[in-house]
């Protein structure tokens, strides 16, 4: 992936994260998609390099789904660089709370687009919960999924290894489940209930920004004109909580992987 031959977008440094984030951008969405999982496939295959195993949390969305799909077109193909889908653990950056069988969730797409066509271990597949059964409320099923992110953590720490964590982003800014002006944007918790979401369904569970901004990268994967402004004013230094994708980062690289519509309103600077 690169970006279009003569132009650099001005980007402002990433705030709390130390680096200049990387903005790389596709001429459509299905180019996007295609490059996006090749990229994803050559970083969890370099981490197994040298972990011996690897982590990614996923996303839902069209583009996210869309990926996945190309993903798994790639794992049924010979290929240079490829991914032991046995030693992949696979995380979510939120969910809709919902029955486990219900369409809208993100787990279901994701097994669909993926995880059922590669393989994955079920003790790898870590699910938010879902509704009904075990949980009435959203904040136990949160409060679960924080339980088992501390289980898979080394001594001492509250989060596991994520190598790379794929985010949406809406036109209004929200990534994950962290919506603008919402209680989670000030929540330190790494995961958190959401209520009264103002995109349905309203009920969901997220990680938080303590969760998202551990990660070792962080992807945001934007495509469509009607997030052009969104993408324009995070990568210019919005506050956080007026547009929650300016206030995430990765430790070591976070990435903005865009079509040429969603980066139509950036600045460009000469080549």
């Keep these: 992936m690169s970006l279009p031959p003569g132009e650099r977008v001005a980007r402002e440094p990433v705030a709390g994260a130390g680096h200049m984030p990387d ?18 496939v050559a970083r969890l295959a370099a981490a197994q390099a040298v972990h011996g195993s690897a982590s990614v949390v996923l996303t ?43 369409d809208e969730r993100n787990e279901k797409g994701a097994r669909r687009a993926l995880l059922d066509r590669v393989g994955v271990p079920a003790h790898r597949v870590h699910a938010m919960p879902p509704s009904g059964g075990e949980f009435d409320r959203p904040e136990d099923a949160a409060d679960r999924y924080a339980a088992e992110l501390a289980a898979a953590a080394p001594s001492g720490l509250r989060l ?33 209930a959401v209520r ?50 300016a206030g995430v980062h990765g430790r070591q690289a976070t990435r903005w992987l865009l079509d040429a519509d969603a980066a139509s309103e950036l600045p460009t600077l000469p080549g």
């Excluded at 969405?29 to 990229?39: E, S, V, Y």
């Excluded at 839902?60 to 190309?70: M, N, S």
Aim: glycine share 8%; hydrophobic share 50%.
């Design 23 to 40: 903005v790389v951008i596709e001429p459509d969405a299905d180019r996007l998609a295609r490059a996006a999982a090749a990229a994803l």
């Design 196 to 245: 009264d979401c103002p995109k349905p369904p309203p009920t969901r569970v997220s990680l938080g920004f303590s969760a998202i901004n551990a990660a070792e990268e962080v992807w945001l994967l934007v495509a469509g004109k009607g997030k052009a402004p969104a993408v324009a004013q995070a990568l210019r230094g919005a506050s956080p909580s007026e547009l929650p994708a």
């Design 160 to 192: 596991p290894r994520f190598d790379v964590l794929l985010l949406g982003m809406g036109p209004e800014g929200h990534v994950a489940s962290i919506f603008p002006d919402s209680p989670a944007v000030a929540d330190e918790r790494p995961v958190v």
């Design 60 to 102: 839902g969305g069209g583009v996210g789904t869309a990926v996945l799909e190309q993903v798994a077109a790639l794992a049924a193909e010979p290929a240079r660089e490829t991914v032991d889908w046995t030693a992949v653990d696979v995380w979510w950056g939120d969910e809709r709370f919902l029955p486990a069988d219900d």
